[in-house]
């Protein structure tokens, strides 16, 4: 008789991978499915081949701070070859030690694509085309997500999602990137680094529309240093393809909405005669952009079939398929982990998702993925990390929260090594933490603690009594 799993996982990125390693480690018996790459989305096109190419450009951008400090580098240049080597090298590493766990904890590991035929039944399809129905007590829904594209806008050979931007070999002269959210931002970062002309476009009046308005001010100010134009407020409107490279129209997203320009962007003239358009007007304040590609990143989107779904009656939306706190689709035993559940779409929320599902289902202590205190970080330089609530947030919920600031500037590591500009910024409701930014060099490191403090519940006095060794870099998060 065929064998009945206890968990059957679909996708092996960070949610689905940490679910069936825990639930393995915990005895039950686990298999996995995944269509494309182990690891997912993180390790081939997301967290890992980013963050490789930005340790890159960030060595090769520091190297000319060094004289102030009195390192003189002779004629610094870079090889985009060896950096994209790096990467692929780094990439590989990551998904030999996703498939390393899964096989040590016992998973069984099974390449192709999954489909879900009842809440007991998987049909799998090896790359092969052989096809075999799976069983398992339990299924966890791990597809994760996709970027999504304004309507009208596909993917071409200059027109790029971020996973078309890292498969690029060369480096382009000049890149237009509409979107400035993470994803956006830290292009920018990459390549205005390496010499690539960056124009930047917005929609709303902040980069980072999420984040603190003045840690979105911040890294306004370091991006624009690095020569890139960013220009907030500005809708795309059309985009196309002209053969050597693209061009764009951008036009102010809402009318009397003041364009905020760092400067005017590479290729931008002022509209003229013969400019497309299809109704031949233009409003005020239209920008015509070109440059050799352009990345849109405006947004990820759920990855599944909503016919598949809507066949087993599983709810979901736009934003995702719908679980409670537990991880739970509304269909006994089937469950759903990651960026495929929307809301912050984050490799380690997937995974402590993954990780308490799996504690949940094979009967161990509960572990709770509280919103509150997942950290988000934003990898550019310098850095914008935060968990919990901005001084915005508070404020649209009504909350009257006691602001505590402290500056980069005042933190003697910080000048010794000359990080640039910083803050943090702590926010108390009551004396209760609620929420904390950090913005500048190594923010990604340092939330880590006030993410800790704030899943803790800690108070002012408490974290008044915490004891920072000096000097350090973390002394600035000391109350
Ligand atoms: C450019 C970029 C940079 C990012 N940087 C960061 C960062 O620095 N930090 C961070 O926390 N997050 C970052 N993210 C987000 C992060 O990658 C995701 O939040 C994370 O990968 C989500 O994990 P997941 O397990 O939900 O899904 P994914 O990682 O998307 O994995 C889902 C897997 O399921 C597989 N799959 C889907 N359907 C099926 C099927 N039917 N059968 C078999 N397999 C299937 C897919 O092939 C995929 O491998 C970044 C994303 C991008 C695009």
Not at 16 to 44: D, F, L, R, S, Y
Not at 170 to 184: C, F, Q, R
Not at 229 to 253: F, K, N, W, Y
Not at 332 to 342: L, N, P
Request: glycine content about 12%; hydrophobic content about 40%; proline content about 5%.
């Amino acid at each position: 008789m065929a064998k009945t799993y206890d968990i059957l996982v679909i996708g092996a990125g960070p949610g689905g991978h940490a679910a069936a390693v825990h639930a393995a480690q915990a005895g039950a018996q686990v298999a996995i499915i995944e269509k494309n790459g182990w690891g997912g989305t993180c390790t081939h096109r997301g967290c890992i081949p980013t963050k490789a190419l930005l340790a890159c450009s960030r060595r090769y951008a520091e190297l000319k701070k060094l004289g102030r400090m009195g390192v003189r580098v002779a004629d610094p240049s870079f090889d985009y070859a060896a950096m994209k080597r790096h990467q692929e090298q780094i990439v590989k590493i990551s998904a030999m030690g996703v498939q390393k766990s899964l096989k040590e904890s016992g998973v069984e590991m099974k390449s192709g694509e999954g489909r879900i035929l009842s809440p007991s039944e998987v049909e799998w399809t090896a790359p092969d085309g052989r096809r075999e129905r799976l069983s398992a007590r339990n299924l966890v829904i791990a597809g994760g997500s996709e970027p999504a594209l304004p309507p009208g806008v596909h993917p071409s050979e200059r027109i790029l999602t971020s996973d078309g931007l890292l498969s690029l070999r060369t480096l382009p002269e000049s890149l237009l990137i509409v979107g400035g959210s993470v994803i956006g931002v830290e292009f920018a970062t990459l390549f205005a680094e390496l010499g690539v002309r960056v124009t930047l476009i917005e929609m709303v009046g902040q980069i980072l529309p999420d984040e603190e308005g003045e840690a979105a001010a911040l890294l306004t100010q370091e991006l624009k240093k690095l020569g890139v134009a960013v220009h907030t407020g500005m809708r795309m409107e059309t985009i196309r393809e002209t053969g050597s490279g693209v061009q764009l129209l951008a036009v102010p997203d809402a009318p009397g909405v003041e364009t905020r320009q760092a400067q005017d962007p590479p290729g931008a003239h002022p509209p003229g005669k013969g400019d497309e358009n299809p109704h031949g007007i233009r409003p005020a304040g239209t920008l015509d952009l070109s440059a050799d590609y352009a990345l849109i990143c405006t947004g990820r989107k759920p990855r599944f079939s909503a016919e598949e779904l809507n066949a087993l009656g599983i709810h979901h939306n736009r934003r995702g398929v719908t679980v409670d706190e537990r991880q739970m689709t509304n269909v006994s035993g089937i469950f759903a982990v990651g960026d495929v559940t929307g809301g912050m779409m984050l490799a380690h929320r997937a995974m402590q998702q993954g990780k308490g599902l799996a504690a949940r289902l094979c009967g161990g202590r509960e572990i709770r993925c509280p919103e509150e205190a997942v950290p988000s970080v934003v990898y550019t330089h310098p850095q914008i990390a935060r968990v919990g609530l901005t001084e915005e947030d508070a404020l649209r919920r009504g909350i009257a929260v006691e602001v505590h600031r402290a500056d980069f500037a005042a933190n003697l590591t910080a000048r010794t090594s000359l990080l640039g500009p910083g803050f943090v910024k702590l926010l108390f409701d009551r004396d209760r933490l609620v929420g904390a930014t950090i913005a500048g060099d190594q923010a990604g490191e340092l939330i880590a603690s006030l993410s800790l403090a704030m899943a803790a519940g800690l108070d002012r006095r408490q974290l008044e009594e915490w004891i920072i060794p000096h000097p350090t870099l973390s002394e600035v998060l000391g109350l």
